[in-house]
Structures are given as structure tokens and as C-alpha cells.
Nanobody, 117 residues
Framework: QVHLVESGGGLVQAGGSLRLSCAAS????????MGWYRQVPGKQRELVAI???????NYVDSVKGRFTISRDNAKNTMYLQMNSLKPEDTAVYYC???????????WGQGTQVTVSS
């Protein structure tokens, strides 16, 4: 069982920055993939960025050059540095953990990010 807790969301003006954190506890296996997803009401949850335990990353095109995903494996914590925020980045951001080569994954409770214009 894995428990994920996000933090760092809030209200920011367009052009501003926020840093999200996701603390994982429980049995963390490697290899694994962790990621940030976001969802707005009435729309499907979408992938923002993922990172493997080895540090490989991938981003959705809309955040490339503005967001940076990272992790500290020793602390079982993942981060999302969000710069140059836009109103369209407004969403609930969720943390996800998945052990590689398995189908089971885990989600955090989500943290609200609101970007005002």
C-alpha cells in the first residue's frame, strides 16, 4: 500500500510560480514511475509530467519549458516547479505512483492550483 499526500497548491497571478510536493509513504518499489496529473471540472484528468525513479522525464507539450518535475528518492518525495503560470493551468493537481510492470497505481487527494489573469 502506498499513501500520497500533495501540498503546495494555492492562488497565484498569471506569470507567477508555485512548487508542488508529493510525499509518498508505505512500500515503495523500484523501478517505478511517479507523475503529476491535473483535472478541471467536466474534463478528463490529463497527464502533466512523469518521472521514473532513474530520473527520466516526460512532459505534456503545454507545460514544456515552464514546468520542471523532479524527485528525491531518499525522501520518497516528488516535486513540480511551475513557472510562468497561465490561467489555463488552473486545475486540481494529483500525484500518482505506479510500480513498473504492474497495473496497480495510487493517487493522492489532489491540491488546487488557481491562476488568476
Amino acid at each position: 500500500q502506498v499513501h500520497l499526500v500533495e501540498s503546495g497548491g494555492g492562488l497565484v497571478q498569471a506569470g507567477g510560480s508555485l512548487r508542488l510536493s508529493c510525499a509518498a509513504s508505505g512500500t515503495i518499489f523500484s523501478p517505478n514511475v511517479m507523475g503529476w496529473y491535473r483535472q478541471v471540472p467536466g474534463k478528463q484528468r490529463e497527464l502533466v509530467a512523469i518521472i521514473t525513479n532513474g530520473g527520466s522525464t516526460n512532459y505534456v507539450d503545454s507545460v514544456k519549458g515552464r514546468f520542471t518535475i523532479s524527485r528525491d528518492n531518499a525522501k520518497n518525495t516528488m516535486y513540480l516547479q511551475m513557472n510562468s503560470l497561465k490561467p489555463e493551468d488552473t486545475a486540481v493537481y494529483y500525484c500518482n505512483y505506479k510500480r513498473s510492470f504492474t497495473t496497480r497505481d495510487y493517487w493522492g487527494q489532489g491540491t488546487q492550483v488557481t491562476v488568476s489573469s
